[in-house]
């Protein structure tokens, strides 16, 4: 099994309007590290900083101090052209309301970061209509998303994150738009994914219930870590592996 680490912040602060007398700190001091192929949650509240965290973890926002190294690269220090790079090759996300665009089919929004990536026509096409017969949309692939159900736009959008093989997928609340029966259905395909394909996987979510499904629980309060816990997948695995 590889334990490399995939995602190492050390020391992580973020201040919004430094330097006036509205200064904001609403991380401080973050360390966290994630090993390839984990499967982790992020759990807290409204207001404890998991949002902000979880931009500058997506590399949508960078910290005002400290190191994030991604996949071996330093985040901190790479110009804006080759922060979207880095987006785009490495982080596949899967947002609450989906972010699909409307006027695309399914498989013309998978294909969508293998464009940007610069990957040909036929080999994008052919990977795309692959990652939409793994999560259970393949008769749906000419569809566009106002023809599909939320369960259904979810699923494109995990077929989206995983086009480019990222280095992770990052859920924010990917259940939070859906009932729980489809909800259930989602979560059930994150863990196929990392049973079957070993994809390193954070899930932000304000959910005790979702967050108890993974290997390890993160809980953030108040802009910093206040515990870190195994989460009952972990404990089914040493389960499993201490009865082989």
Do not use: W
Not at 10 to 21: A, N, V
Not at 142 to 157: F, I, M, T
Not at 216 to 230: C, F, L, Y
């Amino acid at each position: 099994m590889q334990t490399e680490t995939v995602i190492e912040l050390r020391k992580i602060y973020k201040r919004f309007y430094e330097g006036s007398e509205n200064e904001l700190e609403i991380l401080h001091g973050i360390d966290l590290r994630v090993k390839r192929g984990e499967f982790i949650s992020i759990v807290g509240p409204s207001g404890s900083g998991k949002s902000t965290l979880m931009n500058i973890i997506g590399a949508l926002d960078r910290p005002t101090e400290g190191t994030y190294l991604l996949d071996g690269t330093d985040i901190c220090t790479t110009d804006d052209t080759e922060l979207s790079h880095i987006r785009n090759r490495k982080i596949g996300f899967v947002f609450q309301t989906y972010n699909l665009i409307p006027r695309n089919s399914a498989l013309k929004n998978v294909e969508l970061p293998m464009m940007y990536g610069k990957v040909g026509r036929l080999a994008r096409r052919k990977k795309a209509k692959e990652l939409l017969e793994i999560v259970g949309m393949g008769d749906r692939m000419d569809h566009n998303p106002d023809e599909l159900s939320g369960g259904q736009k979810q699923r494109v959008a995990i077929a989206r994150a995983l086009a480019n093989d990222p280095a992770i997928i990052l859920a924010d609340e990917p259940t939070g738009a859906l009932d729980s029966v489809t909800g259930r259905m989602i979560m059930d395909l994150f863990h196929q994914l990392h049973k079957e394909k070993g994809i390193t996987i954070v899930l932000i979510t304000h959910s005790p219930e979702l967050a108890e499904e993974t290997e390890r629980i993160v809980t953030i309060m108040d802009g910093k870590i206040t515990s870190e816990r195994s989460g009952s997948l972990y404990d089914t695995r040493q389960h499993s592996a201490g009865a082989e």
